[in-house]
């Protein structure tokens, strides 16, 4: 059985304080969500540590949005996956279409990230998903294969199964244009097939692959209920505790 996962992507949005009423409200209604369903809140960094505090106990899971290729030393203003680690947090986001697009994060650092992640035992989130343009020409698949194969096809089978997926069409993030359930399915299928190749069908059947990208309380029971999604990746509705557990109630 794949694990079901729900993560909330908060970006670069709320105060520390804000933040916290935040995350005490998602504990707090999480109770209604089943064990089964894994809950991680990704704050900003500034957060995090307090975060992980007011989590202890509870099945709420914390993870950061990004961590730095190097494991320590010169690199001012990077946060390293050790450090991450160090404060208790257990997941970290790798290569969000933000980080790719505004930071020039490629597939192959996207590698030494995961590395990095592998390294400290935090479970990368390896983002994925194709352009707008992209979509239109069809080369789609193409595009995802080649992020796939670059990013992790270096890893052993045993760092694999240490690795969620998140297939994020760039298209639809913070656009309200959510893929359709079938777009979704369709390429959630394919990173398994493509894994399958590489890994073996028992490892790709094993990787959570959670679809990203105007997640919300409204689409999400249609998108989740397709066999090859095995969860979220939701940025927008997890500011709103209420929409973020919702959400994690749609499977
Ligand atoms: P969105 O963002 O849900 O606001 O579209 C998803 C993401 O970027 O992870």
Same mark, same amino acid.
């Given at each position: 059985m794949r694990k079901r996962i729900v993560a909330g992507n908060?970006?670069?949005?709320?105060?520390q304080p804000e933040g916290i009423e935040l995350v005490k409200s998602v504990i707090e209604k999480?109770?209604?969500?089943?064990?089964a369903i894994e809950l991680v809140i990704i704050p900003p960094f500034t957060h995090l540590s307090e975060i992980v505090k007011l989590s202890k106990g509870t099945s709420v899971k914390v993870g950061a949005q990004n961590c730095a290729?190097?494991?320590?030393?010169?690199?001012?203003g990077e946060v390293s996956a050790a450090m991450i680690s160090s404060i208790g947090a257990t997941h970290v986001v790798i290569g969000h279409s933000e980080r790719r697009e505004f930071?020039?994060? !490629?597939n192959k650092m996207l590698y030494r990230k995961i590395k990095q992640a592998h390294e400290s035992n935090l479970i990368p989130i390896y983002c994925c998903g194709e352009k707008l343009k992209e979509r239109e020409s069809g080369n789609f698949f193409e595009v995802v294969e080649k992020q796939i194969s670059e990013s992790l096809?270096?890893?052993s089978k045993e760092q694999m199964l240490q690795v969620v997926i998140a297939y994020e069409p760039v298209w639809a993030i913070g656009t309200g244009k959510n893929a359709t359930s079938q777009q979704a399915q369709d390429m959630h299928a394919f990173i398994r097939f493509t894994l399958a190749k590489k890994f073996g069908k028992d490892i790709a059947d094993s990787i959570s692959i959670l679809y990203g990208g105007s997640c919300k309380p409204s689409n999400a029971e249609e998108i989740f209920?397709?066999? !090859?999604?095995?969860g979220g990746l939701i940025?927008?509705?997890?500011?709103v505790a209420d929409d973020f557990i919702t959400i994690a109630q749609s499977f």
């Amino acid at each position: 059985m794949r694990k079901r996962i729900v993560a909330g992507n908060w970006k670069m949005n709320t105060s520390q304080p804000e933040g916290i009423e935040l995350v005490k409200s998602v504990i707090e209604k999480s109770i209604v969500v089943p064990k089964a369903i894994e809950l991680v809140i990704i704050p900003p960094f500034t957060h995090l540590s307090e975060i992980v505090k007011l989590s202890k106990g509870t099945s709420v899971k914390v993870g950061a949005q990004n961590c730095a290729e190097w494991s320590k030393g010169a690199y001012t203003g990077e946060v390293s996956a050790a450090m991450i680690s160090s404060i208790g947090a257990t997941h970290v986001v790798i290569g969000h279409s933000e980080r790719r697009e505004f930071f020039n994060e !490629d597939n192959k650092m996207l590698y030494r990230k995961i590395k990095q992640a592998h390294e400290s035992n935090l479970i990368p989130i390896y983002c994925c998903g194709e352009k707008l343009k992209e979509r239109e020409s069809g080369n789609f698949f193409e595009v995802v294969e080649k992020q796939i194969s670059e990013s992790l096809f270096e890893l052993s089978k045993e760092q694999m199964l240490q690795v969620v997926i998140a297939y994020e069409p760039v298209w639809a993030i913070g656009t309200g244009k959510n893929a359709t359930s079938q777009q979704a399915q369709d390429m959630h299928a394919f990173i398994r097939f493509t894994l399958a190749k590489k890994f073996g069908k028992d490892i790709a059947d094993s990787i959570s692959i959670l679809y990203g990208g105007s997640c919300k309380p409204s689409n999400a029971e249609e998108i989740f209920a397709r066999p !090859d999604v095995d969860g979220g990746l939701i940025g927008g509705a997890s500011l709103v505790a209420d929409d973020f557990i919702t959400i994690a109630q749609s499977f």
